[in-house]
């Protein structure tokens, strides 16, 4: 990022801060956002910075991805009763798109990371351990998107998503509603996860495929 796009950068986080949050937390600009991030903050939602985020450890449409993707413009939507919480060191990455709909939860443990066009998705409540490493082109969908029958009865469209500390999920996953992730999940690329994995360090593609698997960010 050049200069003058990075101060441009800085001027609408600092504008974005001291709208979105208390002025105590706001002076410190701990969220930093690319200048043409689309973003809409309902007045009625919540965004929650821990104590220890410092200044910019929270970016969001910034870093431009792995192997020079081709990005559109990153969106960040939070609607009417929601809220969003961020536990630390977050990275969000230019093209994806975060949608929390009214009444939803999205919660960020600390050192998140997700590469370039990734989609989260909250209807009900997604929430993330710490350390989470996420490719590209993935998806994270807490419901089905329209209303579903089942014999005349309506059927259960949004539960909520848990992926559990140190989970790395491949590029073009995607994980559906109800998914429970055990602490250091691996997901491989491509795969589309609607089984929940309660094995810890298991390589899980809605079946363990090899256990005692151990994974660190390089």
Same mark, same amino acid.
Request: proline share 3%; aromatic share 12%; hydrophobic share 40%.
């Given at each position: 990022?050049g200069? $003058?796009?990075?101060?441009?950068?800085?001027?609408?986080?600092? $504008?974005?801060?001291?709208?979105?949050?208390p002025?105590?937390?706001?002076?410190?600009?701990?969220?930093?956002i690319?200048?043409?991030?689309?973003f809409?903050?309902?007045?009625?939602?919540?965004?929650?910075?821990?104590?220890?985020?410092?200044?910019?450890?929270i970016?969001?449409?910034?870093?431009?991805?792995?192997?020079?993707?081709?990005?559109?413009?990153?969106?960040?939507?939070?609607f009417?009763?929601?809220?969003?919480?961020?536990?630390?060191?977050?990275?969000?990455?230019?093209?994806?798109?975060?949608v929390?709909?009214?009444?939803?939860?999205?919660?960020?443990?600390?050192?998140?990371?997700?590469?370039?066009?990734?989609?989260?998705?909250?209807?009900?409540?997604?929430?993330?351990?710490?350390?989470?490493?996420?490719?590209?082109?993935i998806?994270?969908?807490?419901?089905?998107g329209?209303?579903?029958?089942?014999k005349?009865?309506?059927?259960?469209?949004?539960?909520?998503?848990?992926?559990?500390?140190?989970?790395? $999920?491949?590029?073009?996953?995607?994980?559906?509603?109800?998914?429970?992730?055990?602490?250091?999940?691996?997901?491989?690329?491509?795969?589309?996860?609607?089984?929940s994995n309660? $094995?810890?360090?298991?390589?899980?593609?809605?079946?363990?495929?090899?256990?005692?698997?151990?994974?660190?960010?390089?």
């Amino acid at each position: 990022m050049g200069k $003058i796009l990075y101060w441009l950068s800085v001027i609408r986080s600092y $504008i974005f801060c001291f709208r979105y949050m208390p002025r105590e937390i706001a002076i410190h600009c701990p969220i930093l956002i690319y200048w043409n991030t689309k973003f809409f903050i309902s007045s009625k939602a919540r965004i929650i910075i821990s104590e220890k985020v410092k200044k910019h450890d929270i970016m969001i449409g910034v870093w431009g991805g792995s192997y020079g993707l081709r990005q559109g413009k990153t969106r960040f939507c939070v609607f009417d009763d929601s809220m969003v919480v961020f536990n630390g060191k977050t990275c969000i990455s230019k093209g994806s798109n975060v949608v929390v709909r009214q009444g939803a939860s999205l919660n960020f443990g600390d050192n998140f990371f997700c590469n370039a066009n990734c989609n989260i998705l909250a209807n009900r409540g997604i929430s993330f351990g710490d350390n989470i490493l996420m490719g590209w082109n993935i998806t994270i969908l807490d419901n089905d998107g329209h209303p579903t029958y089942w014999k005349g009865e309506a059927q259960e469209t949004s539960q909520p998503i848990h992926i559990g500390e140190h989970c790395w $999920i491949g590029s073009h996953a995607t994980i559906l509603k109800g998914v429970y992730l055990a602490t250091g999940t691996i997901i491989p690329y491509g795969c589309t996860i609607y089984k929940s994995n309660n $094995i810890p360090n298991n390589v899980f593609n809605n079946k363990s495929l090899k256990t005692e698997m151990m994974w660190k960010d390089h």
